[in-house]
T-cell receptor, first 115, second 115 residues
Framework: LAKTTQPISMDSYEGQEVNITCSHNNIATNDYITWYQQFPSQGPRFIIQGYKTKVTNEVASLFIPADRKSSTLSLPRVSLSDTAVYYCLVGDTASMNTGFQKLVFGTGTRLLVSP | DTAVSQTPKYLVTQMGNDKSIKCEQNLGHDTMYWYKQDSKKFLKIMFS???????INETVPNRFSPKSPDKAHLNLHINSLELGDSAVYFC??????????????FGEGSRLTVL
């Protein structure tokens, strides 16, 4: 399993762009990079997934350099409601045998957005 | 309209008791999961079912027995509860075994406290 390393916490203010970087030096060729968001007393919620380069959706962007040993989740113009824990996971989610069943969510990055 | 619903949301019980947590998804997904989130916030897969068949059992003690009466339901029964079983248990589902997007849909969690 590829291990991921993220900052434990980050602080930001409303309206700012937040970039959370995740290191995954042992990422395998077939591994995808997936980010989840978790609010207190709720289950994690999928944000975005990518394999290489850049992926963007209505919520965030995911930047993956060519060596794929790290990835950066970018949240544009955060609001107070973006205060949550953000998890970076890597795994072979396209695998028919194991899928992402063996993915382990680490401790994530606690993002605190202040007014 | 809740996609993945779990009951009960809170459960407080004594050591040695037997308890069950129920999960239902109305998304038409084939695959369902149980995750455990401990006090350190690590979220770890326990079981995975695909079309009522157990496909993943991540070295969970025999005291934990999942049951899937149909593909929309995955219940978790725990015998002889121990203090270390205290955690938040999340049910999740995905469209199929692997999932093209790596997206898991989580319930809101069931907080189990063993006294």
């Amino acid at each position: 399993l590829a291990k991921t390393t993220q900052p434990i916490s980050m602080d930001s203010y409303e309206g700012q762009e937040v970039n959370i970087t995740c290191s995954h030096n042992n990422i395998a060729t077939n591994d995808y990079i997936t980010w989840y968001q978790q609010f207190p007393s709720q289950g994690p919620r999928f944000i975005i997934q990518g394999y290489k380069t850049k992926v963007t959706n209505e919520v965030a962007s995911l930047f993956i350099p060519a060596d794929r040993k790290s990835s950066t989740l970018s949240l544009p113009r955060v609001s107070l409601s973006d205060t949550a824990v953000y998890y970076c996971l890597v795994g072979d989610t396209a695998s028919m045998n194991t899928g992402f069943q063996k993915l382990v969510f680490g401790t994530g990055t606690r993002l605190l957005v202040s007014p | 309209d809740t996609a993945v619903s779990q009951t009960p949301k809170y459960l407080v019980t004594q050591m040695g008791n037997d308890k069950s947590i129920k999960c239902e998804q109305n998304l038409g997904h084939d695959t369902m999961y149980w995750y455990k989130q401990d006090s350190k916030k690590f979220l770890k897969i326990m079981f995975s079912y695909n079309n009522k068949e157990l496909i993943i059992n991540e070295t969970v003690p025999n005291r934990f027995s999942p049951k899937s009466p149909d593909k929309a339901h995955l219940n978790l029964h725990i015998n002889s509860l121990e203090l270390g079983d205290s955690a938040v248990y999340f049910c999740a589902s995905s469209p199929r075994l692997a999932g093209d997007t790596g997206e898991l849909f989580f319930g809101e969690g069931s907080r189990l406290t063993v006294l």
